[in-house]
């Protein structure tokens, strides 16, 4: 699950690296967007491989921090399709507090985080798991970005009051059918 972590966040960081410089063109990436609503589908190709993952990025209110969704799926070891949500939050977050998931439909999860890089603090969820927990949490998570309108994601720093964002779940269906159609 690490390697696929690492992608991701290699993946978001050069989505958002300014300029790229490469020597032989036929590695030059290309970078293909599609906005579905509130989301973005975002394909970086390198010669015949292909990396797709949808994002949405967050920034808190009169400040600059900044939380980015991203979901992506990969074929895994045993060649299965497989998928994984990865939400970074900004550095500085209690790692010993859980982040919280709050659906409108109801459903309320709070997630460990996973690691800290430069980027900030991920957490991530797979379905990529031999632990059947933590299949059914990626579940419970995916039919409720399917299904719901928006979520909220808290997290503690270690300020006297937790930051909390709101997240607009329209267009994550559809995005979601084209990516799994980009794997077919």
């Known amino acids: 699950m690490t390697n696929f972590i ?9 989505l958002n690296l300014p300029t790229v410089s490469f020597s032989d063109e036929s ?12 989301w973005t589908l975002r394909c970086v190709k390198i010669k015949t491989k292909e990396d797709c993952e949808i994002t949405q990025t967050l920034q808190v209110n009169n ?10 799926n ?20 209690n790692l010993q507090k859980r982040i919280s998931l709050n659906f409108h439909k109801g ?21 990529n798991s031999k632990d059947l927990v ?5 579940e419970q998570i995916k039919k409720a970005m399917i299904n ?16 909390k964002v709101k997240s607009s779940l329209q267009g994550f269906e559809n995005a979601l059918k084209e990516l799994n159609s980009s794997k077919n």
């Open 63 to 72: 400040s600059n921090l900044q939380f980015t969704i991203a979901y992506t």
């Open 27 to 38: 590695t030059k990436p290309s970078l293909v967007t599609k906005q579905y609503k509130d």
């Open 134 to 138: 933590v299949v059914n949490v990626f």
């Open 6 to 14: 690492l992608k991701t966040v290699l993946l978001y960081l050069l």
């Open 148 to 163: 719901s309108i928006f979520f909220e994601i808290t997290v503690n720093g270690f300020n006297r009051n937790p930051i």
């Open 74 to 93: 990969f074929i895994n070891e045993e060649n299965e399709l497989k998928q994984i949500i990865n939400i970074i939050t900004p550095l500085g977050v």
């Open 107 to 127: 459903t309320k999860l709070n997630l460990p985080y996973t690691k800290c890089e430069v980027v900030g603090c991920i957490t991530s969820v797979t379905n």
